[in-house]
Structures are given as C-alpha cells and as structure tokens.
C-alpha cells in the first residue's frame, strides 16, 4: 500500500527530504499551512484525507483538544522519539518503515505510534539496525 506522509512543522525541511528522497510520498507542514496555524487543523487534514502524519511533539497525547483531534478525524500519527539530529530521525524512519507500516496495516485508526531509534548498542553492531514502533494510543489496542 501507498501511503502518503504529512511531515509537522516541528521536523523541519530536512526530515521530509530525507523521507522523500528514500521514495515515499510527502506532503509538508509548510507547503500547506501557515506557521502559526494550530495543530488542530493539520490533524484534522490528515484523518480527513487519510495522511500518516509524522511529528516529534510527544505531547499531542497529552494535550486535551489535539488527542481529541486525533479521535474525531481518525488520525494515524506517528510520534518521531529521541533528542537527535533530525537526519538521523529521518534516517531511522526510513530504516524502520517496514515495522511502522506494519503496524499501520495491523490497527484502525485514531491511533498514535511511537517511533524509536535503535539501541547505541545496536548501532554499534549494526549501523544499519532498524528501530523499533509501538502503539502508544489507544491503550486498549496495545498488544
């Protein structure tokens, strides 16, 4: 299946490139909306137009009106983990889509992800280790 990627604010210009360039399909936080605008109305636009959105703010959870915009619109959001550069974050996506994708397919939507990057351990028997996905929201469809 082809799905089509919507990139938050928050992950820059440089984490869709690197996403695009490995061959998925795009649509960018800046190329649709303004800057200020809230993040109601692209979560909004993604459940209404069946977009996997990506962003790195964990909060969204947390955040009464936003988790309830995830629920309302059917929203498949993925939350990008870690205090790293956003290439190597795009780098692990990319690396780690087959297990994302499987998720995808495995649950309906609303549901929130979360994206990890390898162990430093893993890395350094791997520089190519995949990262990990595990459904963050809703807690009754965890596995």
């Known amino acids: 299946m082809s799905h089509i990627y919507f990139t938050d604010r928050d992950l820059g210009k440089r984490f869709p490139e690197i996403l695009a360039d490995a061959g998925l399909r795009i649509e960018r936080h800046h190329d649709l ?3 200020d605008g809230s993040d109601e109305q692209w979560l909004e636009y993604c459940g209404r137009n069946g977009r996997i959105a990506i ?9 009464p009106n936003e988790l309830a915009a995830v629920s309302e619109y059917g929203v498949t959001l993925l939350i990008v983990m870690g205090k790293a550069r956003f290439p190597e974050l795009a780098h692990n996506f990319v690396l780690t889509l087959k297990a ?17 990057r390898p162990t430093p351990a893993d890395l350094q028997r791997n520089p190519q280790a995949t990262g990990s996905v ?10």
């Open 100 to 116: 994302i994708e499987a998720l995808i397919e495995a649950h309906q939507p609303p549901l929130i992800a979360k994206v990890y």
């Open 134 to 143: 595990k459904l963050w929201f809703p807690e009754s469809a965890r596995q």
């Open 33 to 35: 909306f303004p800057a």
């Open 55 to 63: 962003s790195h703010n964990e909060r969204i959870r947390y955040t």
